[in-house]
């Protein structure tokens, strides 16, 4: 009674033989320019700045030590 009730999910479902070519709504999508977008993008890391920190930690602990 006060708990929140759940949304129902919206999804696309394309049949497993399906041929967009031949399907008049995605023919319509198609002329009006719809596409689908993702919600949630994955920010690309640089490998570079791992590398310098691994590098610059090295050779802190080496400075450390009396190596260097």
């Given at each position: 009674?006060?708990?929140?009730?759940?949304?129902?999910?919206v999804f696309d479902y394309q049949p497993r033989f399906y041929k967009p070519e031949d399907d008049p709504l995605e023919k319509?999508?198609?002329k009006l320019g719809f596409t689908r977008s993702r919600k949630f993008t994955t920010k690309k890391r640089s490998s570079y700045g791992l590398l310098l920190?691994?590098?610059?930690?090295?050779?802190?602990?080496?400075?450390y030590k009396g190596y260097i």
């Open positions: 009674m006060f708990m929140k009730k759940p949304r129902h999910r319509k999508k198609k920190f691994i590098v610059a930690a090295v050779l802190l602990y080496l400075k």
